[in-house]
């Protein structure tokens, strides 16, 4: 061996050994990345099932979506997954964002049935003060779990409000405006469903 032939043998392993490297980083990316949308996909039908419980579907409603944009459902687009059995529509899931909470954004999953009754609504994320605003979560009260069977016509829509404002929705002790917030977003998306079913429920977008 010459010793000219020393640095350059030295440099191909170390050329080798930073392609190696290089493509293990790639595979630990690509794999986790994969196990971490495979989670969301699998936390994301999750939660539409809970939404939706009760509901007789048969279809994949995270594979049936339209993109919508309506002021009522918030500041941007929103997604609707649809849910169907044997073809036939029977339940929209509505992401709609409660724009108005005390912190900001509440974002809501809000399904309705095609006779405008909601199955159920569920609070995805949100800013409230712990203690306070958060008992829009479910797992922290009932009082979301109140929302599911009610309609624009039940009760009528000049109650569909905090109590505090005439309504017949129930508010938080020293916590009002996050319950309004979220009852405002649920009326308005009741409101934009009657409006709109026959569009949400049409493949041509
Ligand atoms: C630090 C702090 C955090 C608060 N967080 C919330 C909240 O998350 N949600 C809410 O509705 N009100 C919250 N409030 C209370 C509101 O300022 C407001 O007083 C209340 O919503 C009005 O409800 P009330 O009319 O029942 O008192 C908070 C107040 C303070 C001082």
């Known amino acids: 061996m010459s010793e000219s032939s020393i640095p350059v043998s030295a440099g191909r392993m170390l050329g080798v050994f930073s392609l190696i490297g290089i493509g293990l980083v790639s595979l630990f990316f690509y794999l986790t990345g994969h196990k971490i949308s495979q989670n969301e996909h699998e936390a994301l039908l999750h939660s539409l099932q809970t939404v939706l419980a009760g ?10 979506t339209i993109q919508v944009q309506d002021a009522g459902l918030g500041p941007e687009a929103v997604t609707i997954f649809r849910a169907r059995n044997q073809d036939k529509p029977v339940a929209a899931v509505i992401t709609a964002i409660a ?7 509440i974002k ?5 049935h095609t006779d405008g009754t909601l199955a159920g609504v569920r609070v995805v994320s949100h800013k409230e003060t712990p203690g306070l605003g958060d008992d829009i979560e479910a797992e922290r009260s009932n009082w979301i779990l109140t929302f599911a069977g009610k309609s624009l016509a039940q009760p009528e829509p000049k109650l569909w409000a905090v109590k505090r404002d005439g309504g017949s929705f129930d508010q938080f002790t020293g916590a009002t405006i996050t319950p309004r917030a979220v009852v405002k977003a649920v009326k308005n998306a009741l409101h934009y ?11 041509a977008q």
């Open 55 to 64: 509901t007789v579907y048969d279809n994949d409603p995270t594979a049936d």
């Open 99 to 105: 724009p108005d909470g005390y912190n900001g954004n």
């Open 108 to 112: 809501l999953l809000i399904a309705v």
């Open 193 to 203: 469903f009657a409006a709109n079913q026959s569009v949400i429920f049409s493949d």
